[in-house]
């Protein structure tokens, strides 16, 4: 049987990459969604975020305007477009506090405990191996971090199931627009 992998299985074409960039720039030109929905994720001055899932930065560049020149923020992505994009991003804003992270699978090269609050926004409906990625997951958040997901299109009932079944979060909050969970550490 051949083995599982999330760079292969996952990731979108570049042209459905395109296409996403596209409808994401209409959509924010119309309506400042993510602007208003970054503030709603506890994220303060001076944490550490990874926008995990980051596709071309549009959460990733609100998070650096939030967390200042003190914090910091990954982003990180399976799709290299993504990566060229936030890159693109943050020279023409000068945002010297975004770092980009090129993920391989479910494994990201970024060390331990690294951050303070991780959003997966977007995208964990994409995800064929949950228990794995949240693995991952728990593995780059501190002892007392926060991870934000929310269900886009699945259903609540289904984000939770595959949460709770990982074991290794709890879901402490949640409301219509996504969930708090704090970490299981082992
Ligand atoms: C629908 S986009 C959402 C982008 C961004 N979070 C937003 O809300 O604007 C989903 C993103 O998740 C990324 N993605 C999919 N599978 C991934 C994985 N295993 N690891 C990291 N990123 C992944 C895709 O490449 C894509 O950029």
């Not at 958040?141 to 929310?150: A, E, N, Q, T, Y």
Request: with cysteine; net charge positive; charged share 30%.
């Amino acid at each position: 049987m051949e083995t599982f992998r999330p760079e292969k299985n996952e990731k979108m074409s570049d042209n459905s990459f395109k296409f996403m960039n596209f409808t994401f720039k209409l959509m924010d030109f119309i309506y400042p969604y993510v602007k208003k929905r970054s503030k709603t994720f506890g994220i303060s001055e001076g944490m550490t975020v990874i926008d995990y899932g980051c596709g071309p930065g549009r959460y990733t560049t609100e998070f650096a305007k939030i967390v200042g020149e003190k914090g910091k923020v990954y982003a990180a992505d399976i799709h290299e477009m993504a990566i060229a994009e936030v890159k693109k991003k943050i020279v023409k804003m000068n945002l010297n506090n975004v770092e980009t992270v090129l993920v391989n699978g479910y494994n990201s090269p970024l060390p331990d405990q690294t951050a303070d609050i991780i959003c997966a926004l977007d995208m964990f409906f994409i995800i064929k191996e949950p228990t794995e990625f949240l693995k991952e997951l728990n593995r780059l958040i501190k002892d007392d971090g926060i991870l934000i997901i929310d269900d886009r299109h699945q259903k609540r009932s289904k984000t939770k199931e595959k949460i709770l079944k990982s074991g290794l979060w709890t879901i402490y909050k949640e409301n219509k627009d996504h969930l708090c969970c704090r970490p299981v550490k082992s």
